[in-house]
């Protein structure tokens, strides 16, 4: 008979290892990065840091590229390995609302939740990308997987023939690209001292005006 773990099944014991070593690292690079930046990060330090040994953090990212990759797949999901935002079911959810306003009013308020988790490590990335060419494509792919998803709110409204007249889809979809960008959230309440709330707000009347019949 093969021995079973403390769970009570084969392998669930290094499972929980692996999860914590995961965690561990990523909470310790994360602390890093924001302290440190990332070019002066080390793997090193970050193995120190999370008690992880270099070789295992190796083993499960790969890279500090990786690590940076995970933690900010994490902030903007809310979960490890959840997916792309707009494939989770809250954003599917609102891509089927049939009132346009309730549409942009919840998109604004995934945006807002989304822009707090990230904002410290956006500007890690965007600060590392100036130097590092795996940071610098980083940024340009996750760019795109934002207006992917931006795009598909576009689509939505113009399907349901909401879009105000005389404003296109790819017009509506630059429109939110733009509003719901990390660099206007950055702007407003890290540079101008918004709360995360105000700025909620003005980006759900802001879209509504811009992109729905008056």
């Avoid at 956006?122 to 590092?132: E, F, Q, S, T």
Wanted: overall charge positive; hydrophobic content about 45%; some cysteine.
């Amino acid at each position: 008979m093969r021995p079973e773990t403390d769970a009570g099944r084969p392998g669930t014991g290094r499972q929980a290892r692996t999860r914590l070593a995961r965690a561990a690292v990523v909470q310790a690079a994360r602390a890093l990065f924001v302290e440190r930046g990332y070019p002066a990060t080390t793997v090193e330090m970050i193995s120190e840091r999370s008690d992880v040994p270099p070789a295992t953090v190796y083993r499960l990212f790969s890279s500090k590229i990786g690590i940076l990759t995970a933690l900010i797949d994490t902030a903007v999901t809310g979960a490890a390995g959840a997916g792309a935002l707009v494939d989770q079911p809250a954003a599917q959810a609102l891509l089927r609302e049939p009132d346009p306003a309730k549409q942009l009013a919840g998109f604004a308020a995934i945006c807002r939740e989304t822009n707090v988790r990230t904002a410290p490590l956006y500007r890690v990335l965007v600060g590392a990308a100036a130097a590092d060419r795996d940071a610098a494509a980083l940024v340009a792919e996750r760019t795109e997987s934002r207006g992917a998803g931006q795009r598909q709110i576009a689509r939505a409204l113009a399907r349901a023939g909401a879009l105000r007249p005389g404003v296109r889809e790819r017009d509506a979809a630059d429109l939110i690209h733009a509003l719901m960008s990390p660099e206007v959230f950055q702007l407003l309440v890290e540079d101008r001292g918004w709360s995360a709330k105000r700025y909620e707000h003005w980006l759900t009347q802001t879209l509504i005006d811009q992109l729905l019949p008056r």
